[in-house]
């Protein structure tokens, strides 16, 4: 599975862990629709579950006129993905390339302005953990 296949259903996953307190177990098996499983996504969905209240608590803090609980669910899902790579899987995957790739994800997945939005919180996260 492309990388950014696993992304794509981790953050399927990730939505249906949050809007319906799915075990992430069964929320991925059922994203995968019968496909073969991958270390990358069970990784990415783990790692966020794991440690949601550290990733949410780097989101809150680049949060401007916002709460994290408004944030729309498909971006909230797909910041907290984001967050776990460019913070626990920085040593593996190049920050700029964990940005593009939500940026894009967004524009699949969220309204028109999801993609600026995510862009812009990313970015000051990236700031962040480069000190």
Same mark, same amino acid.
């Given at each position: ?34 496909? $073969?499983?991958? *270390?990358?996504?069970? %990784?990415? /969905? ?8 550290? &990733?949410? +608590? ?30 626990? $899987?920085?040593? *593996?995957?190049?920050? %700029?390339? /964990? ?8 524009? &699949?997945? +969220? ?21």
């Amino acid at each position: 599975m492309k990388r950014r296949t696993a992304r794509e259903k981790a953050l399927q996953a990730l939505f249906q862990i949050d809007m319906s307190e799915a075990n992430p177990r069964e929320a991925i098996l059922h994203v995968l629709e019968e496909e $073969l499983g991958d *270390e990358y996504l069970t %990784n990415l /969905v783990g790692g966020v579950v794991e440690h949601k209240e550290t &990733i949410d +608590g780097m989101i809150k803090e680049h949060l401007e006129k916002w709460t994290i609980d408004r944030i729309a669910p498909v971006d909230r899902n797909l910041l907290r993905m984001a967050v776990y790579e460019l913070v626990y $899987l920085k040593e *593996e995957v190049p920050a %700029n390339v /964990v940005i593009d790739e939500a940026i894009e994800i967004a524009k &699949i997945f +969220g309204d028109e302005n999801a993609s600026r939005f995510i862009n812009g919180v990313l970015s000051k996260i990236k700031k962040q953990t480069e000190k």
